[in-house]
């Protein structure tokens, strides 16, 4: 079976940080870009970073300078390091993996994360 499992969501004051952490299993990781997306209540889902097989990234405008996207093969897991963090960051965070053409594309369960004082 294929799971993406995250870790690292919770509530931080603005202008703090937090680390994602996705963890996949059942799949082939090198594979695959791996990503982050995230979704506010009453808002249109949002690309937040990938990172593709050769490492190369795409960070979003509203997080770029702040977020950091990164992978560790070894251990089949991506990671996303939040800081500078705002209220408007608030949001569910989803873990994805986007196999080649062929392949099923796969969505972990979400992590919310609240940016309030």
């Known amino acids: 079976q294929v799971q993406l499992v995250e870790s690292g969501g919770g509530l931080v004051q603005p202008g703090g940080s937090l680390r994602l952490s996705c963890a996949a299993s059942?799949?082939?990781?090198?594979?695959?870009?791996m990503g982050w997306y995230r979704q506010a209540p009453g808002k249109q889902p949002e690309l937040v970073a990938t990172?593709?097989?050769?490492?190369?990234?795409n960070v979003g405008d509203s997080v770029k300078g702040r977020f950091t996207i990164s992978r560790d093969n070894a251990k089949n897991t991506v990671l996303l390091q939040m800081n500078s963090l705002k209220p408007e960051d608030t949001a569910v965070y989803y873990c994805?993996?986007?196999?080649?053409?062929?392949?099923?594309?796969?969505w972990g369960q979400g992590t919310q994360v609240t940016v309030s004082s």
């Open positions: 990172i593709n097989n050769g490492g190369r990234t």
């Open positions: 994805n993996a986007d196999g080649p053409a062929s392949l099923a594309d796969y």
């Open positions: 059942g799949i082939i990781f090198s594979f695959y870009t």
